[in-house]
């Protein structure tokens, strides 16, 4: 009962976060009290099931509560738990049925209710399938997936259990997300729960580097679970500090830095106090600096970057140039001050070994990719490449889309950041100028986010939290262009004050 202590005193150190910066009102106190129970709940269930059926009937009372916030509370949930696996117990000779994991059944319980409820209601405004050009490379990424699985797989039962997930936990919640927003309140409501949880993902961090341990390690072993394959919750220290893990098995900097531009945005939307806001950023910094990773602090600097770019240059056309810029300069600006000499770990020689390696492993097949990495690895050609933790670690996530889903899902991938980002700039070249300062700063919130996100994926695989963040900002930025398009409002590229 260690861990949970010190869990219940991270949440009070959370309501502490959230009532210096303010801007809650009394959802801080319901949403923090929310997360601490169903955590405690958690930790005293014997099985995952039984927790995930807790966790069902909770999410129903929330959506019932507040049914136009449900994407507001799936992203105020989200980062509540790690992304620890339950494998399903087959039957009738079936293995598994499917992996289920927090993020999963909270999509399934919050999500999914929610989007059957509004097409059965006829609440949508465009009910198509495909509303614009980032529904359908986002489609057409799943269903080359679906295609791949059911070429590569050597029975039917494997064929249509990636399928099954693919489509309830990969496109339904993008889909959810992207009609389940139809004002520009239930935007700002989901972008503001994102900055909120950052905070209280910013307190466990505080106690994990108080007490160098990783509270949250516990919880696979109370509810029979396994961890993320390959990934180890030991206590690692990089740079003389420990590496902090918050509430996450993966792709906590990435959180972070979506946490931080939320709250800029928050910021600009509500006119924050200037001493708030750069009190809620020094929050944000800490699991940001506590990473210990260089990526994540490269694309902190893209994000800011990026965004004030985006502020004081207010055309698409200029806007996209100082992109790229950004894009090539802020990383290589790291040369400077970091080189390979300083490269303790190995990471720079390692990640140059992985593409000379697998790069002419793709050209092996082009278009339908190989069947899997394990297939690949299993070969015994690329042993040389395996780590200390007895893994090879694909830690570059464009290079493995390529290697299992061809250039076509590579191109389909890639397209998703590309198009999150260029929807909302297209919308905006149309806008009317009346809508000025009410929707830019949720512009500047994607297209900060996006390209970030895309580069840090060049230097690490998608673990853990990191796609649902993704498809998450991706469902935004539909949204945007969609309500863009139904004169629900327009946007603008007139300036909005900084917060």
Not at 33 to 49: K, N, R
Not at 111 to 127: E, M
Not at 133 to 154: E, P, Q, R, S, T
């Amino acid at each position: 009962m260690r861990a949970l202590a010190l869990i219940l005193l991270g949440f009070l150190l959370a309501a502490l976060f959230v009532w210096m910066v303010g801007g809650w009102k009394k959802d801080g106190t319901r949403w923090v009290a929310t997360w601490a129970v169903l955590t405690t709940l958690a930790f005293f269930c014997v099985d995952f099931i039984v927790f995930a059926v807790i966790l069902a009937i909770a999410c129903a009372m929330l959506a019932k509560r507040a049914p136009d916030r449900v994407a507001a509370l799936y992203a105020m949930l989200l980062p509540m738990l790690p992304t620890y696996t339950y494998y399903i117990p087959g039957i009738l000779g079936i293995n598994a049925i499917f992996p289920l994991n927090y993020v999963r059944v909270l999509a399934l319980a919050l999500l999914l209710p929610a989007y059957i409820s509004l097409r059965r209601t006829g609440a949508l405004q465009d009910s198509r399938a495909m509303r614009n050009g980032l529904d359908a490379i986002f489609v057409a990424y799943v269903l080359w997936y679906c295609f791949l699985a059911v070429y590569h797989k050597v029975t039917v039962t494997d064929s249509m259990r990636v399928s099954v997930e693919m489509l309830l936990f990969t496109l339904i919640p993008y889909l959810a997300v992207s009609r389940l927003l139809r004002t520009r309140e239930q935007i700002n409501d989901l972008i503001s729960a994102v900055a909120f949880s950052g905070l209280v993902v910013s307190a466990m961090c505080v106690i994990e580097m108080m007490t160098n341990s990783h509270p949250y390690q516990v919880l696979p072993y109370r509810l029979d679970m396994e961890m993320l394959s390959g990934f180890s919750y030991q206590t690692q220290f990089r740079f003389g500090m420990i590496r902090a893990q918050g509430t996450f098995d993966g792709g906590l900097g990435l959180y972070a830095v979506f946490a931080l531009g939320a709250l800029l945005c928050k910021a600009q939307v509500e006119k924050m106090p200037r001493w708030r806001l750069w009190l809620g950023m020094a929050i944000l910094a800490i699991p940001i600096i506590s990473t210990g990773s260089r990526g994540t602090w490269i694309i902190t600097g893209m994000m800011l970057a990026t965004r004030f770019g985006f502020w004081f240059i207010r055309t698409p056309a200029r806007f996209v140039t100082v992109l790229t810029l950004v894009m090539v300069l802020i990383p290589r600006a790291q040369d400077a001050f970091i080189t390979h000499a300083d490269d303790q770990f190995g990471t720079f020689d390692y990640r140059e070994q992985l593409l000379d390696t697998f790069v002419p492993v793709v050209w092996e097949a082009p278009i339908a990719g190989q069947q899997s990495l394990l297939a690949l690895y299993a070969t015994g050609r690329f042993n040389y490449l395996v780590q200390g933790e007895g893994i090879i670690d694909m830690v570059n996530t464009y290079l493995g889309e390529a290697l299992v889903h061809g250039i076509p899902g590579l191109i389909f991938f890639a397209g998703i950041f590309l198009f999150s980002v260029l929807t909302p700039l297209r919308q905006m070249k149309r806008a009317s100028p009346e809508e000025a300062g009410l929707d830019y700063p949720i512009v500047m919130w994607i297209c900060s986010l996006m390209p970030a996100a895309a580069f840090l994926l060049v230097t690490t695989s998608l673990v853990g939290h990191m796609w649902p963040y993704i498809s998450l900002v991706a469902g935004v930025s539909s949204a945007l262009a969609a309500l863009g398009e139904s004169r629900s409002f327009l946007f603008s590229p007139a300036p909005a004050t900084p917060g």
